[in-house]
């Protein structure tokens, strides 16, 4: 699959998973909505041979009225619950699993507020009707077996009751127990989903983590841990509002943890909410106001509601937190205007390490059209680390800052090449400025060569290498010529020049060849 393929896969599913959490909700407030907000057991249709359908469906009606009778209030799992209904409707359940599948039974227990599902089969044989059914926690997804018999004799609905309220006396407070579905089942059971949920975020499983913490959620609800990890599942599946909701919960269970309101202001800006988003990260600030990330979040916050000022001044605070913990930047106060002005909110340099700090700000600048200073914060912090492998992502945005910053440099070089034939601009003027473009392409030279790419883009990097060394000698063939009016150095530089962007072009294709034979696989 392409990365174009991979990536629409991937909104769909982000897609089916917030649907999904829409279902659940509605499923629970269809069961709140009509009275069953104790629901004990979940029922889900009998089956039996096509031949004892009749048996089966009443068999069904009969063990929601037997149970609701002896304590366990029940409910019907039929596709005629519309929180169910649409569930079938949108794919996530089919409706030939409502009595197997122990996954979307589960799922749909949960969703419906009940402790436990059950399901079973239905035999006519010898005269003799049998019920065997399985009782399983809706959190701990315990199952417990239980079969009961019944005589025929007088008809499919004495039966049915009588297998019913077999069924029901079958149902003990120790099985209850033994199903996971009493009060420390729920609990236990609800560790175990949770610790699901986190591999499940680990592996990038949206879906599955979404169901996992839901019910971890649903099993021990004022455990903040399970709230957290459940707010990460419905942020990994986009859908934010849901996130922030539960972040709301954990920060009302723990007013004074400074990360989670720093995690709520994160989420509210994400969630389009910005004023949720300063009122956390105000807290966040209260209870330590040296928190880099929270007065981040508050510079951030100022962007996202169009007060530049206002970001200006938050950045430039934090900028000087930053360069007060050894954080090497020129000309502070321009950088928290690049910043203030950022199209979106993907760079961050709070609870960052050195490296990682000065490769944000590079990129900060790059966006803003200021490539030679993003070019100037990279050759700095090589100075210091050597040659740093970059990532893919890394690599592609500086990569393409770096092009345009070439391609910028030649055609200001043969501009003022040009002028200087045609007399329009004064001798020392020229050569002072065919100087700083000579200082700028050497730059960027000594920036590709201390770069150690990623080794799918080796390849495409060394013809990056050879474009900008030739940029470099180009412009060092021009400044000669500005200097002796040497017309053999202004040809040299014409064809070095045009060999730059045949090198620079070449690396651009064998990238784009790379990266798409990389997605392919």
């Not at 959190?139 to 005589?151: H, Q």
């Not at 004022?222 to 849901?242: S, T």
């Not at 500086?398 to 440099?409: C, K, L, P, T």
């Amino acid at each position: 699959m392409t990365a174009a393929g991979r990536a629409s896969a991937c909104a769909r599913d982000a897609g089916r998973v917030v649907l999904l959490a829409a279902l659940l909700a509605l499923a629970a407030g269809s069961a709140r909505a009509q009275g069953s907000d104790e629901i004990s057991v979940l029922v889900f249709p009998m089956r039996s041979h096509w031949l004892s359908a009749p048996l089966a469906d009443a068999v069904t009606a009969a063990v929601v009225e037997a149970l609701t009778g002896t304590g366990y209030p029940a409910r019907l799992a039929s596709p005629d619950v519309p929180g169910v209904q649409r569930a079938i409707a949108e794919g996530w359940v089919d409706a030939r699993e409502l009595g197997g599948n122990g996954a979307a039974r589960s799922a749909l227990a949960v969703a419906m507020g009940a402790k436990a599902s059950l399901a079973g089969e239905v035999v006519e044989e010898g005269g003799r009707a049998s019920l065997r059914a399985r009782l399983a926690g809706a959190i701990s997804r315990k199952e417990v077996i239980l079969g009961v018999e019944a005589p025929t004799a007088e008809g499919r609905e004495q039966a049915a009751r009588e297998l019913a309220q077999g069924l029901a006396r079958a149902i003990t407070p120790a099985v209850w127990a033994q199903a996971g579905a009493d009060d420390e089942g729920r609990r236990l059971g609800a560790s175990q989903r949770a610790a699901a949920g986190r591999q499940a975020l680990e592996e990038g499983r949206a879906r599955d983590a979404l169901i996992e913490f839901d019910a971890a959620v649903a099993g021990d609800p004022d455990r903040p841990e399970y709230l957290l990890g459940d707010a990460e599942a419905y942020a990994a599946a986009g859908d934010y509002a849901g996130a922030l909701r539960r972040m709301r919960r954990v920060v009302s269970l723990r007013p004074d943890d400074a990360s989670a309101l720093v995690r709520m202001g994160d989420l509210g800006l994400t969630a389009g909410e910005p004023d949720d988003a300063e009122g956390a990260f105000l807290k966040a600030q209260a209870l330590d106001p040296a928190d880099l990330q929270a007065m981040e979040g508050l510079a951030r916050t100022a962007r996202a509601k169009g007060d530049e000022a206002a970001a200006v001044a938050r950045y430039g605070q934090l900028i000087e937190a930053l360069r007060g913990r050894g954080l090497r930047l020129e000309e502070p106060l321009r950088l928290a205007g690049i910043l203030a002005r950022q199209p979106d909110d993907s760079i961050r340099l709070a609870g960052l390490a050195a490296d990682a700090m000065a490769r944000q700000v590079a990129r900060a600048y790059m966006r803003a059209g200021e490539v030679s200073d993003g070019v100037r914060v990279l050759l700095d912090y090589h100075a210091l680390e050597g040659r740093p492998a970059y990532t893919i992502d890394e690599y592609l945005s500086v990569a393409a800052g770096m092009d345009e910053e070439s391609e910028r440099i030649a055609r200001r070089m043969q501009a003022i090449s040009l002028a200087s034939d045609t007399g329009r601009a004064g001798g020392e003027e020229k050569e002072m400025e065919a100087e700083a473009l000579h200082t700028r392409s050497d730059r960027l030279a000594t920036l590709a060569e201390r770069m150690t790419p990623p080794a799918l883009l080796e390849a495409a990097h060394r013809y990056r290498v050879l474009a900008y060394n030739l940029l470099n000698e180009s412009n060092f063939e021009a400044l000669l010529y500005f200097r002796t009016r040497d017309r053999d150095r202004q040809r040299r530089a014409d064809v070095l020049r045009e060999h730059c962007r045949r090198a620079r072009a070449t690396a651009q294709d064998l990238q784009a060849a790379l990266l798409e034979t990389e997605s392919g696989q």
